[in-house]
């Protein structure tokens, strides 16, 4: 009964700053041994509308979370992205739709983005819903220092 290996799947979440496109690299540095695929990923939602009440200018928000996405990947890899690495753009809240991924996934890898006066300290609300919830195992990736 000899069974075909799967292709183990590192889904990252992508938002464009430093952190996230440090996560891209760290994640094809994991998968390119493993001989698994990457799934980078950007989450884009309609913001909420109160009232009936619709707000000018809402539209193109899958648009410019596109463009983030291809260009956080340009950052990370440059002009020529690995052939085992995936694009996705997906209409959700990044912290429901990465911890539904990781269902189906073997790793999540997310940049830490916490804010304040223990910025050293904390752990953004995505990274950490993800620590907590996730069921698979977690990576959270800091932003290179610049020195």
Known sequence: MGQEASTGRIVVGVDGSEASIEALKRAQNLAVPLGAQVIATAYWEFPQVYG???AMGI????ESTGQILKESLEKAFGPDVPENVVSRLVRGHARESLIE???DADMIVVGRRGHGGFGGLLVGSVSSACVAHALCPVLVVHAPENN
């Open 101 to 103: 991924a990781s269902r």
């Open 52 to 54: 009936g009440y619709v």
């Open 59 to 62: 539209e193109g928000f899958e």
